[in-house]
């Protein structure tokens, strides 16, 4: 099941599905205030009932809080493929723009069209990016 | 025949004649705690709302949205579990939505007038430094809502405390408008920190509890982080005004009612509407 504001991540792929067990889903937002959280919610209900799955419960959890560290390695690829710059592991700097590789980046803003991004700008191509913000 | 259920006793009923009421005060005290930190939340995020098409800049419009979305993520987990702890059927929405102005519990800061960009910028660094501190504190709360929003808020906390630090610096070190302004808005805002690190009745017993943090114990920790910004942009620190205090026991200025009715209009005139 893909994210609602960024559909070609699963919620899998994003970290937001904590656990799966026969009887529950236990999910978890990824900002406070993420407004896609109940989005999230209804589809997997939609999907569980269609898999004929309908008494499985659906619980939210805040503890442990989301990370992108969460992200998969095929999530962050997907991400750079759509042209969302990845979020950079803890402690490097180095922001790569994911339309031509360069290295040669700066912040234009410190939010984009989500909480979860901050929007590039990619001084080789002139491109702008989103940033997925490291969290 | 089935039986009747049982005749609710109330809380701290002992159901000997004797009356133990611990339990009502603990709650009492957790009601208030959460209520504080909601209505915090709540009311700098609806004042953030307000910039929504009027910001300088789309990139700066994007900014206060979403720190605004990140305070009023924090008041419904708040506000929800206040209204738990209270147990009389309320929900995050009745008290956001159906309460009058005695009843909130915010400080004042929040509640100020946004004015211009830089008397907001000064308002989130003076609320966002001091509200890091703190959830930095209650991510060790005894209670496990409070500590879970705590430790999952902070991080967004931090990052609007780097945002509002580097308008007030830019703005500071800018040039002589950007400079007089944010002057200004930090004389508007300044008079409103002392309420930030009151301890009251109600916050000492949360933090002997452990539900809630001694607000003093980073007092300096505030301060210097404050001067350090202030100093990076070329600002003084405005002097110490008598300040105003009272928030947290429903004493508020003019300016709330006004953001109560612009906020609550909606569900008030039409009760359970939805869309």
Redesign the interface.
Known sequence: MLDPEIPIVSIVDLGIVRDVSADRVLLT?T?????ATLVIETMVRAALDEAGFGDVAIET??????TTDWITESGKAKLKAYGIAPPTPAGTHAVECPQCGSTATEE????????CKA?WRCRDCLEPFDLF?C? | MASLPPIDVPTGATGKGAFDSSAEEARSVLFETLLRLGDDSLILGQRLGEWCGHAPSVEVDLSLANMGLDLIGQATHFLNAAGAAEGRGRDGDALAFHRDVLDFRNCWLVEQPNGDFAQTMARQLLFSTWQQLLFERLTASTDETIAAVAAKAVKEVTYHAELASEWVIRLGDGTEESRRRMQDGLDWMWRFVPELFEMDAVATEAAARGIGADVVAFRADYDARIAAVLAEATLAAPKDQRPILGGRRGHHGEHLGHLLAVMQFLPRTYPDATW
């Open positions: 937002p900002y406070t205030g993420c407004p959890t805040l503890s442990p809080p989301w234009i803003s410190r939010f984009g069209s989500t909480p929007q913000k969290h």
